[in-house]
């Protein structure tokens, strides 16, 4: 069965930083790209990070650039996303998505066939 379990969410001052895991099992997880999106109350589904599937390959939104990191262990079946300078508009819940294949376009959510069930990410002090 194939699962993907997040974790590592929490509160967060404002310049603060969390890293979060996202563990998969059930599936041949090197063949897959792994998206990290977020959705926060009253908002659409965003994507934040994605990275092929060797980890050679990674992409941000603007909004994320120079301050989280997307990584993956392959040997682990495991990706994480570093989050530092952390801002109150951060605040979400967090998800992973696998996507067999292709790596274009990946902060789209689109084509993404297995979700997480999300962990929550709150900045505030």
């Known amino acids: 069965q194939l699962q993907l379990v997040e974790s590592g969410g929490g509160l967060v001052q404002p310049g603060g930083s969390l890293r979060l895991s996202c563990a998969a099992s059930?599936?041949?997880?090197?063949?897959?790209?792994i998206g990290w999106f977020r959705q926060a109350p009253g908002k659409e589904r965003e994507g934040v990070a994605c990275?092929?599937?060797?980890?050679?390959?990674?992409n941000y939104a603007d909004s994320v650039k120079g301050r989280f990191t997307i990584s993956r262990d392959n040997a682990k079946n495991t990706v994480y996303l570093q989050m530092n300078s952390l801002k109150r508009e951060d605040a979400a819940i967090y998800y992973c998505?696998?996507?067999?294949?292709?790596?274009?376009?990946?902060?789209?959510?689109?084509?993404?066939?297995?979700w997480g069930q999300g962990t929550q990410v709150t900045v505030s002090s």
């Open positions: 998505a696998a996507r067999l294949g292709f790596f274009t376009q990946c902060l789209s959510p689109t084509g993404y066939g297995y």
């Open positions: 990275i092929s599937r060797s980890g050679g390959i990674t």
């Open positions: 059930g599936f041949t997880f090197e063949n897959y790209v």
